[in-house]
């Protein structure tokens, strides 16, 4: 079966849309104070609160279009997901079906995993579809690897 994909050069414009929009979102504040947070262990003793300035995107436009760059990142993800190889054949196609199958498992099993034992966990939908992304990416790469 013939998949219609992206050309080749979707990987380097999915690449450069990714890391724009990860780099907008990891300089936002919201982000930046959650990392202060994290790296002080939650101490709720400091008194004072980190004041952080918004920088880039955040400063000219507002903490609004931090969003459309979560999308961004996700898109990105996706075009260089749905692009071709150098080299495609039947064996990379296959590749892409077994590594779609096995990420559809692992990330169901852990959604459920989660739900299960974890009921007041608060995650956005952008954390799953990151994850699902990532996760047949990584898994894609190490079966090509074996290739």
């Not at 013939?2 to 300089?27: D, H, Q, R």
């Not at 459309?68 to 990105?76: K, P, R």
């Not at 590749?95 to 995650?123: D, M």
């Not at 939908?125 to 074996?146: E, G, N, P, Q």
Request: hydrophobic share 50%.
């Amino acid at each position: 079966m013939k998949i219609k994909m992206l050309p080749n050069w979707g990987k380097k414009m999915g690449l450069l849309l990714f890391f724009i929009g990860l780099v907008v979102v990891f300089t936002a504040v919201s982000n930046r104070e959650s990392f202060c947070e994290g790296y002080n262990s939650y101490d709720t003793s400091i008194s004072e609160k980190q004041n952080l300035e918004p920088i880039l995107i955040e400063k000219w436009f507002g903490e609004s279009t931090i969003h459309i760059f979560e999308v961004l990142t996700i898109l990105g993800l996706l075009v260089y997901m749905l692009s071709k190889e150098k080299i495609e054949d039947d064996y990379i196609n296959t590749l892409r079906l077994e590594s779609y199958q096995l990420t559809s498992i692992i990330i169901l099993v852990f959604a459920l995993g989660l739900y299960a034992f974890s009921e007041n966990l608060k995650l956005s939908l952008d954390a799953f579809a990151t994850l699902f992304l990532m996760s047949y990416l990584i898994i894609f790469a190490l079966k090509k690897r074996v290739y």
